[in-house]
């Protein structure tokens, strides 16, 4: 299964945990740090991927909503049938801060909210079984 790893550009660090964790039970993740070079059409890049990916995790953290590109992310997954049902949200941070900086509309959908990346084998084998991927 394809997964589209949307996050905040100062979080890539934390995706990247993710997206490793990710790929170790199974999912084939793509990731703008991986998949974008200086001097690609980035929009057409992620145009792509987003077409090609069955499934949109969307990592957040405090201050991830500052970022234009994770927002457009959100409103893309809530606005596409291609994503209904088909969105699962991670909230690195305190549940205070979840409930604070997380949109409500992606709490309403699968999530979930962790303390740190030392957590996202948990997440991974989450999304693994709701989603029905094979171990």
Do not use: C
Not at 41 to 52: M, R, V
Not at 68 to 91: C, N, P, Q, T, W
């Amino acid at each position: 299964m394809k997964v589209f790893l949307s996050h905040a550009r100062k979080d890539a660090e934390l995706a990247f945990q993710l997206a490793k964790r990710l790929e170790q039970s199974g999912f084939r993740v793509w990731s703008s740090e991986k998949e974008i070079v200086p001097g690609d059409n980035w929009a057409k890049k992620i145009g792509k991927a987003l077409e090609d990916s069955d499934l949109m995790v969307l990592l957040f953290t405090p201050s991830a909503m500052e970022s234009d590109s994770l927002r457009h992310d959100v409103e893309f997954a809530i606005g596409s049938r291609k994503y209904e049902h088909r969105v699962f949200s991670v909230f690195v941070g305190s549940e205070t801060e979840a409930d604070k900086n997380m949109p409500w509309i992606l709490r309403k959908l699968p999530n979930r909210q962790v303390g740190s990346a030392k957590d996202f084998s948990d997440v991974a084998k989450e999304i693994q079984a709701l989603f029905a991927v094979p171990t």
